[in-house]
Structures are given as C-alpha cells and as structure tokens.
C-alpha cells in the first residue's frame, strides 16, 4: 500500500476542517502516519453548493459512491444523527473499509453492534471525537491507562451547560435565563440548546465511557438524567456559602458487580480537581487503582478540536493499515465483571436542599422531623433573608442518605401547606 485513499462523509462545521487539514497539511500528515493520506472522495447532502477548498470533482451527493468504491479505505462518518448514519457505518465496515467517527449518539445506541461488526470483519472502528474532541480520553483509557482497574469516573462533557454556570457564579447574580442568552450569543449553545440543558447530550458521550472504563454496554435509557435547567442564581450562591461550585457532571462508579450511571447537577466542593473547570472547557476525572487520580482537561468542542481529534484517528487507522495490523487496538466489547447498573433509588450520598417556606414559627423543626422520619440526618442549615410574599428559602445540606428516601421525603415536605413551592435539591459529592 503506498497510500491511505479517505472518503468524507458530511461537509459541515467539522467535516470542512478534516478536508482543509488533508488537503493542506498533506506531507506534514504523510511523515507523522508514515504513509500519505489522500481525500478521494466527499459526500454531501447538496452536492451543488460551493465548497471553498475542495475540488468539485471530489463531491458528490450519494454516500453510495465512497461506499462501492473499491480503493477507499477509510471512511470518515461527520454526518451526525443514528439514522442513517448507522447504516452508513455498518455498509462501510461491510465492505472491508475502516471507519472513524465523531458520533456519540449513534454510539451511545448502536455501539456494542457496530464494534462487533468491525471485530466480525477485522477492521477498525475509531471514535476519539465522539465524546470530549480534543481531550484524548478515548486513547487514554483504550491504551496508556489499559493496566488499571478504573474505579471511578466523573466528566464535565458539555460546553454549553459549563459555561452558563461558569456565568451564573461570576458574583453578579446572573439568572439561568441571562446566561444563556449569552451562551447562544456567542455561538456556545444552540438555538434549541434542549439535549445540552437536559443532559442528554453528557449522556450520551458518558454511555461511550462506560463500556471503555468498565467494560459495560450502558443503553441511555439506563442512565438517570437531570439537567440544569432549575438551577436558580440563589442556588449558585447558596453553593458558594458551603464552600462548593455547581457542575453538570457525569457520573459512574463501580460499587462491586454493579455499576452507578448518572448525569444531574452536582454540588462539588472548591478543592475538587473539577470545580475550577471554567467557561466551555471540558474535563474528565478518572481514578484509578495504579494511577491515582488524573484529570484530562481541555476544550471538548468545536471546529478545531473535533478535527484534532478525527485527524488524530485517521493517522492511527493509516498507521495500521500500512503495517497490516489493524485491530491492533481491539475493539472495545463488554465483559461480564458488571452484573448491572445499580438503580438511582439505591445510591447513597450527601444533598442539598432549598425549601421555599413561609416566614412562620415551626417550619424548621416540622421539615427536620420529615427528613428524620426518612433516615435523613441534617448536616448544616442555613435560613435566608426573607423574599417577596413573606416567602424565607431554608437551605439545608444532609449526611449520607439514600435516594428513594430523599425523593419520599422531599414528596412529603412539599404537600406541607406552609411550603410554597417544590424543594430544590442537587446532589454532592466529596473532594
């Protein structure tokens, strides 16, 4: 083989970035892979439209073309979407082509299947890009930390839910609604920002983690999801009093054969090796038996660093291929250590609560019998000023607790006729 010959597919935002870098950056690629990499071919939904860079004979409008053509040997999936960017894939594996993709929502659903499809067929199936671009914690867990027994892994995944509570906490009181209309001002959040606010996007790529740290196939639906769209600036504030910061964070532990999947808002104290990860960056924790604890840090979307990323695999995928040892990375598949994922009831940790009361003799002492009723010991209050309606928030945070019995006593307290609107709580974790 004399060159690695790629076929793109999807021309957008990324894409256009992995077709400048290889069309402009060719002998820089060649002496770092060790063999050329050419585009061959492009795929794109409307093949007619100039595309600035690109050689119009290389376009075309049928994902089929790069599919039948015999001398592509990599395919590059930037489409987005399952469907039918699943099929895409799976055609592609079919045919004997390696593929790199940046997709993490086809992998949070399909990816047991397509990496058992790419072992089938002995090819290789890169995705470094699919879950935080140009932090390299794919390769990290695949490779430089394969010797270790990973424990625990908490990640701030998503930009724009990063940055609008980097805003919220700047001191200056700035409301959920404010921060991000800021965020899409600046091009950090979607119009429809709904899968970042919700936490379906961290998710997904958390999913993609799951089966790499733990060797467990995690469906979404499987995973318990909050997003950050209740948190008020009081919250931010009431947080800072305690000493801690409010991050979106994705969650999994191994406790024994069972496994904790979770993404909510998490109150983490100052000195946390998290708290301090500003604005749309990203970072991911990992802890483990040999290296400790690491951090992974950087900016985990974007133009730039998902093509970092998607160049990142294609050097690998070239690499191997020139020598004949693709697969030399196995495909990651599940192994039978995780008997399940541990239901949301059953885990146990620290919480916050803000309880909207109204100002009257009692309240304290009536919601403490509640929380006590429900093996819910207190482990700090604090009562705020007085709002409007003669309304006074009541902050509380909780020793080790359950949550089944957080949810029945928090279900509780709010049909006490002196609370007048549903308690807040976000969870907590420890430095």
Known sequence: MDKVNVGLIGLGTVGSGVAKMLLSRRQFLARKAGIPLSLRRVSVRHSRRSRVGVDPRLITGSPREILQDPDIHVVVELMGGIHPAKEIVLQAIAAGKSVVTANKALLAHHGEELFRAAAKKGVDLYFEASVAAGIPIIKSLRESLIGNDIEVLYGILNGTTNFILTEMSRGDGRSFKSALKEAQARG??????????????????????????????????????????????????????????????????????????????????????????????????????????????????????????????????????????????????????????????????RYYFRFSCIDRPGVLSRISRILGSHRISIASVLQKDRRREHIVPVVITSHEAKERDVQEALAEIDKLSMIRRKTVSIRMERG
């Open 188 to 349: 950090y959040a979607e119009k429809n920002p709904s899968l970042d606010l919700r936490g379906i996007d961290t998710a997904h790529k958390m999913a993609v983690l799951a089966l790499l740290a733990f060797g467990k196939t995690v469906r979404p639906d499987q995973i318990f999801v909050e997003g950050i769209q209740d948190i008020t600036a009081n919250d931010v504030r009431y947080a800072h009093d305690f000493g801690c910061t409010i991050k979106l964070l994705g969650i999994a532990k191994r406790d024994g054969d069972e496994l904790e999947m979770r993404v909510h808002p998490t109150l983490l104290p100052n000195n946390h090796l998290l708290s301090s990860v500003n604005g749309v960056h990203n970072a991911v924790f990992v802890e483990g038996d040999l290296i400790g604890d690491l951090v992974l840090y950087g900016e985990g979307a974007g133009r730039f660093p998902t093509t970092s990323a998607v160049i990142s695999d294609l050097v690998d995928v070239a690499r191997n291929l020139k020598y004949g040892c693709t697969m030399r990375v196995p495909p990651p598949l599940p192994v039978k250590r995780i008997r399940r994922i541990k239901p949301m009831g059953q885990i146990e940790g």
